[in-house]
């Protein structure tokens, strides 16, 4: 992988829950999602709200439940394209990350995996290992590689 997760951002979005990219700080919306937010009726009364200088995040969507942690996040980003993208397997990852149970490390990158956008979702820059990590969810991708691996 070119891209180097260290300059990574992630959060998840407010809107429709999957993960968002940036480079500079963990984006709460994709840009799509907050367009389309921002014309449902919340949306207009907090634009309102923020033209009357009383901003009031109340009206913000919340899907979040427990807040983001954004080091977990990436670190299971890294777990998905290390075990999809380059074959380790979990049990790999898991010792690597001195993770004495590699249940942790499947679910972690389950997680991932239903929280990818769809890749128009986010910046160009980031669309390649979404691309890719996807495609390992179409029928071709046999689980049972991994699981055997593991
Ligand atoms: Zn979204």
Request: charged letters at 25%; aromatic letters at 10%; hydrophobic letters at 35%.
């Amino acid at each position: 992988m070119a891209q180097r997760l260290s300059s990574v951002r992630m959060s998840t979005c407010l809107v429709c829950g999957k993960l968002t990219f940036d480079t500079k700080r963990p984006p709460k919306f994709h840009r799509y999602c907050w367009r389309v937010w921002l014309k449902s009726p919340d949306g207009r009364s907090f634009q309102q709200s923020l033209g009357m200088r009383r901003m009031r995040p109340n009206l913000l969507p919340r899907r979040m439940g427990a807040p983001v942690d954004e080091n977990k996040l990436r670190g299971r980003y890294a777990w998905a394209i290390q075990c999809r993208l380059g074959e380790n397997s979990y049990r790999q990852i898991a010792e690597e990350n001195n993770i004495a149970d590699f249940t942790i490390v499947r679910d972690g990158i389950e997680f991932i995996m239903n929280k990818l956008p769809p890749p128009e979702f986010v910046a160009a820059r980031f669309r390649k290992p979404i691309q890719l990590l996807r495609a390992t969810l179409t029928a071709d991708y046999s689980p049972s590689i991994a699981v055997l691996n593991g």
